[in-house]
């Protein structure tokens, strides 16, 4: 397996991202997409099939060594899955005011301590 970075968008929306792509003899299996101007990881995504063979792990790893640390969301920004993730690999979490500015997000629609 090979991880190449590459800058794009994901899907439709218009904003820039770092994007770093697992390849299996050539085929993407893996991505995951890092907000350029704050380091924080805006999707993670792993093939159904290829799911629990390290494939997110080593993305994470190459994504934060490459770009000097990354962070992940806040609990209220994330899937359970994407919660599950950030428990499993420890790391910085960015904070609330900065995901909000990245995200447009409105604070008072979660339940957040």
């Known amino acids: 397996m090979n991880i190449e970075q590459t800058i794009?968008?994901?899907y439709d929306e218009p904003e820039?991202?770092?994007i770093f792509?697992?390849?299996?003899?050539?085929e993407a299996v893996g991505s995951i997409y890092i907000n350029r101007d704050?380091?924080?990881?805006?999707n993670i995504e792993v093939?159904?099939?290829r799911q629990g063979?390290?494939?997110?792990?080593?993305?994470?790893?190459?994504?934060?060594?490459a770009l000097r640390?990354?962070?992940?969301?806040p609990a209220w920004a994330c899937t359970d899955e994407g919660r599950g993730f950030a428990?499993?690999?420890?790391g910085d979490i960015i904070d609330d005011e900065t995901m909000v500015a990245i995200t447009g997000a409105d604070l008072s629609i979660f339940d957040i301590d």
Do not use: P, Q, S, W
């Not at 704050?38 to 805006?42: G, S, Y």
């Not at 063979?53 to 060594?65: H, N, Q, T």
């Not at 428990?87 to 420890?90: I, P, Q």
């Open 8 to 10: 794009g968008t994901y």
């Open 16 to 18: 820039l991202l770092d």
């Open 21 to 26: 792509t697992a390849f299996d003899d050539d």
């Open 38 to 42: 704050h380091k924080v990881i805006m």
């Open 47 to 49: 093939d159904e099939d």
């Open 53 to 65: 063979e390290g494939i997110a792990r080593a993305l994470f790893e190459a994504a934060d060594e």
């Open 69 to 73: 640390g990354i962070y992940h969301a």
């Open 87 to 90: 428990l499993a690999m420890g």
